[in-house]
């Protein structure tokens, strides 16, 4: 490619890094916690900032689309209707920050230490949103934007994405593209880059076992009424087995048998056990029997309990036999199996396991497919040849364990391959305290993604 534009990227970057960081700064100060209405206007005022900043960038038709939810900011670049279309996606709201006692920092005053900056939202998603807002203001600003550009960032993510559906459903024309570019997972190592060609689906239920009608008195009744916490934890304790598999009926019928050549690629992938457990600080890992920590995390589905209460948890002791006991309960989901169809088979198996003294209710919540991006596709190549021109070495394609629901709707509705280009690493702790995104991987991603344009548009071209 040619020295001359990437010149140009360069100076630029080099020019405007500075304020680059400090608006993603300001960014990270709005706490846009999309689960808490307490929040709610500050999720709002999030949309109305980006909407200002996505219009500086030079995009047009910048627009904040109120939905039955938050809105969906909206920018666009048309160069010429006969040259291909990126639609970068990525989303300005964030997971609660609690516990917050565990920050080092307060989670919405961002701070640079370690040439990492701390914040709720610093990587995801608001810096892997940002760079790419970033690239696309570097490709405008140095007239070199080789094709056209349309950006979508939503605000309900981290709760499901409720009202994108209907929204993408509705404006299929406004957002026709060629494919999907998405920065909003993690790469392996500086040295080793990854590009992400999977995502798991999700299965997400609460259930409520309840036995008396009452709260009762633990001696007088102890001993002879179902305790529904207890029958909870042994329901909840019969889901997996010996070998670590999940014991639902029907689990693992639609499971997809990843190659031999997959798999040896995985386990090709620099990936230190040792060092995974340091950070994490346990002395070992578990999980499901003939299965590798990666391929565990990736390519096989799971079943986990996110939360779990019922009966006294204040201060002291209550002798109580609780009348009810409650669990979130969550299941990853790899191709081929569907979420609708797993939240059917863990309420029949759920309902079935449970003993006649308790009742058991269980309510689904938001789901989403798996999702995965074939390596000989022009998408993909594009962005292995980006990565490649700027780590200098080839990237490897990788299945990551997270889920971006909408992933897989965007792909039918639009009909084009979705690129994961991350810049994250796992070791950034989202969803978790001190969540931080690196400098280096902030500026490295600004870097990036001005090639993913030039290659894709290239290979476009000479399809
Ligand atoms: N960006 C994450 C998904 C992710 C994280 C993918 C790391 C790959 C690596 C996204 O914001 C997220 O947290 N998704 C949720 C699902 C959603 C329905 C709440 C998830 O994966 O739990
Ligand atoms: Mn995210
Ligand atoms: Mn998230």
């Known amino acids: 490619m040619e020295n001359q534009q990437t010149n140009l990227w360069k100076a630029y970057l080099d020019k405007h ?13 709005i ?11 500050e999720v709002f005022s999030m949309a109305k900032d980006l909407e200002n900043r996505l219009t500086k960038v030079g995009l047009e038709k910048v627009c904040a689309y109120d939905t039955a939810g938050f809105p969906m900011v909206y920018g666009q670049k048309i160069i010429d209707p006969n040259l291909p279309t990126i639609l970068v996606y990525g989303h300005y709201d964030v997971q609660p920050a609690d516990p917050l006692e ?32 970033k690239a696309i203001e570097v490709l405008i600003q140095t007239e070199t934007l080789p094709c056209n550009v349309k950006v979508l960032i939503e605000g309900e993510e981290e709760v499901g994405s409720a009202n994108l559906e209907d929204f993408v459903r509705a404006n299929t024309s406004l957002l026709s593209c060629d494919v999907i570019l998405i920065s909003d997972t993690a790469m392996l ?3 080793q880059p990854s590009i992400t060609t999977g995502l798991r689906g999700l299965s997400y239920v609460e259930v409520e076992v309840t036995g008396p009608n009452r709260d009762l008195h633990s001696g007088v009744y102890g001993g002879a009424v179902a305790n529904p916490i207890n029958v909870l934890s042994q329901m909840i304790a019969s889901l ?13 019928d639609d499971v997809e048998d990843v190659s031999a050549q997959e798999r040896d690629l995985m386990a090709s992938a620099p990936f230190s056990l040792e060092d995974y457990k340091d950070h994490l600080e346990i002395q070992a890992v578990q999980g499901e029997k003939g299965f590798s920590t990666l391929e565990r995390t990736s ?5 986990d309990v996110n939360g779990i209460w019922g009966g006294y948890i204040g201060e002291g002791a209550k002798t109580v ?7 979130k309960i969550s299941m990853r989901l790899v191709p081929y199996q569907n979420s609708e169809k797993i939240t059917e088979l863990f309420t029949k198996h759920f309902q079935l396991l449970a003993p006649n003294s308790v009742k058991v209710k269980v309510t689904p919540h938001h789901g ?7 390596v000989n596709s022009i998408a993909y190549q594009a962005a292995s040849q980006a990565m490649e021109a700027t780590f200098g070495v080839t990237p490897i394609p990788l299945r990551s364990g997270g889920s971006i629901p909408i992933v897989s709707m965007f792909e039918e509705v639009l009909g084009a391959n979705t690129v994961l280009l991350g810049f994250g690493f796992d070791s950034d702790a989202i969803h978790s305290p001190n969540e931080h995104f690196g400098l280096w991987n902030f500026y490295k991603g600004i870097e990036t993604v001005p090639y993913f344009y030039h290659y894709f548009t290239q290979l476009k071209k000479q399809a």
Request: net charge negative; charged share 30%; with cysteine.
């Open 17 to 29: 890094k500075d304020r680059m960081l400090e608006e993603l700064t300001d960014i990270l100060k």
């Open 31 to 41: 706490p846009s916690v999309s689960a808490d209405p307490a929040y709610a206007n």
């Open 102 to 133: 565990l920050w080092t920092s307060p989670p919405f005053e961002p701070v640079t230490r370690d040439e990492k900056i701390y914040a709720r939202g610093a990587c995801d998603d608001k810096g892997q949103m940002y760079l790419q807002v």
């Open 189 to 191: 190592s500086k040295e």
């Open 240 to 252: 997996h087995d010996e070998e670590g598999r999940i014991t639902v009926d029907g689990f693992y």
């Open 299 to 303: 390519i096989r589905p799971t079943l």
């Open 321 to 327: 036999l609780p009348s009810k006991a409650y669990a």
């Open 368 to 374: 989403g497919e798996p999702a995965v991006t074939p």
